[in-house]
């Protein structure tokens, strides 16, 4: 007993050091020690400072970390890897969470550390029969401290070094046909004409949540006799092609300075078999690694159409990907999903009961439709706009913006050819004619 606990206190500087090298991929930083975590947040807390550390890496080869709660008590649990130095992890965990009573036991395949609180912390780490390696276990049976969580994360990490020179979220995404956009390059609030109901409800269901994470779970502590997240998981835009879905998935990664996963459904699937259903459990779990994004799934419909009729075996093995990837997301690291579909009536039943609300992006009436115009023509006056709007009734956002720009097309080819000097904008008439057409 004497011997280890003299080679625990050797141990406190090496430790320390350990912990210095570690990767700066860590989460959030946690708050004042005195805070506590209920389970599931403190869940999703270990979970994503997982993938951010293993970002790049396949699941497989990142070690697992086991939740529970039972009754009162909740358990977290991970195995170390082969020859990591115990007595610097177990230095580790009383550096972070501050003086505990450590004791040691025979247990079933040799000597147990045992490290516990007045406070209700238990920590057990057990070495296994045949390999030298162990089983690191905290439980306790009240919420968790930040300081706790933060020993679960850095003894983990030590207990798993991984590669650092592995491929990167980003390449990972890009590689499986993702298009990455950086919330720098998103497009102003005001870009997208009209659609102020629309906007209002991507305001209440998207940005708040993610601005202010904080206000959220407050209010859930406080009315759920159960805690569980009340922040979207996932939201659907539906409407027809052309009316703002993904232009406003980058207006709202502007907003929340959130990187945006464009994932067109071609990318997903393809002809070998389980690879498609593979790509897309793959784009959610780098995904979790990003922190702060919104992963998009454009034409959803084409992946999740009703299990009521005949569909392809592929596709429903995609589409049980699907369904269960967004019950296991995670939104208490500031990733949503954002489905977007012009079928939303295809799409199945259980899949839709998944998304937490549905926002409608429908054809642009005619103030709406003047506004786009006003985007796209705005040396036009008031009155050419209204006309211009009247008449393009039934055309979508991306029909006025493709329309404005035949004609600057072929008012550049008109002035060109006419060789003149000066050059003007195109008139009135020339986008009266393209809209009467």
């Given at each position: ?6 080679s ?16 700066s ?9 005195q805070d506590?975590?209920?389970y ?9 400072a ?14 697992p ?11 977290i649990?991970f195995e ?7 007595l ?20 079933g ?8 609180k ?29 300081q ?17 020179g ?9 590689s499986?046909g ?6 720098e390059d ?24 993610l ?14 006799r ?14 027809p ?22 994932v067109p459904?071609?990318?997903?699937m ?10 897309l ?15 998009f799934?454009d034409?959803?419909?084409s992946?999740?159409?009703?299990r009521?009729?005949?569909?392809h075996?592929v ?10 990837k ?5 939104p ?11 079928r ?8 839709l ?8 992006f ?28 009247g ?9 006025i ?5 035949r ?14 000097e ?6 009135l008439?020339?986008?009266l004619a393209?809209?009467?057409?």
């Amino acid at each position: 007993m004497e011997r280890w606990r003299k080679s625990l206190t050797a141990h406190k500087n090496a430790a320390s050091l350990n912990a210095e090298v570690l990767p700066s991929k860590q989460p959030e930083e946690l708050v004042e020690t005195q805070d506590l975590f209920p389970y599931h947040q403190a869940k999703g807390i270990i979970e994503q400072a997982r993938f951010r550390y293993g970002e790049g890496l396949k699941d497989q080869e990142l070690a697992p970390i086991s939740f529970s709660r039972e009754e009162d008590t909740s358990k977290i649990e991970f195995e170390t890897t082969e020859g990591v130095d115990i007595l610097s992890l177990l230095a580790a965990i009383v550096q972070t969470v501050g003086d505990a009573e450590i004791t040691s036991f025979e247990g079933g395949f040799g000597n147990v550390l045992f490290l516990s609180k007045k406070d209700g912390l238990r920590v057990f780490l057990m070495p296994h029969m045949f390999s030298p390696t162990y089983t690191i276990r905290f439980t306790t049976e009240r919420d968790l401290k930040s300081q706790e969580i933060e020993a679960i994360i850095n003894t983990y990490k030590l207990a798993n070094p991984t590669n650092e020179g592995g491929p990167k979220p980003k390449e990972v995404l890009e590689s499986l046909g993702a298009i990455i956009f950086n919330p720098e390059d998103a497009p102003a609030w005001d870009y997208l004409a009209g659609y102020e109901g629309a906007k209002q409800q991507v305001k209440e269901t998207v940005i708040f949540p993610l601005q202010h994470p904080e206000i959220y779970e407050q209010i859930a502590q406080k009315t759920r006799r159960n805690y569980e997240s009340n922040r979207p998981k996932a939201v659907l835009f539906e409407g027809p092609p052309g009316t703002g879905k993904t232009t406003m998935a980058r207006v709202i990664a502007g907003e929340v300075e959130a990187t945006l996963v464009y994932v067109p459904i071609e990318s997903i699937m393809t002809k070998w078999y389980g690879e498609s259903e593979n790509n897309l459990a793959k784009i959610f779990s780098t995904c979790e690694g990003l922190g702060n994004s919104l992963l998009f799934l454009d034409e959803i419909d084409s992946l999740a159409t009703t299990r009521e009729n005949d569909i392809h075996e592929v596709t429903r093995r995609v589409l049980s990907v699907l369904l269960r990837k967004i019950d296991g997301f995670v939104p208490s690291e500031g990733t949503i999903l954002i489905g977007a579909t012009n079928r939303k009536n295809d799409l199945d039943p259980a899949l839709l009961s998944r998304f937490n609300t549905s926002i409608e992006f429908p054809l642009p009436n005619m103030d709406e439709r003047q506004a786009i115009f006003k985007n796209y023509a705005q040396h036009l006056s008031e009155a050419g706009l209204v006309t211009l709007a009247g008449k393009g009734d039934g055309l979508s956002g991306r029909d006025i913006k493709n329309l404005c720009e035949r004609v600057e097309r072929s008012w550049a080819s008109e002035l060109i050819t006419r060789e003149l000097e000066v050059v003007e904008a195109p008139p009135l008439d020339n986008y009266l004619a393209w809209v009467e057409k």
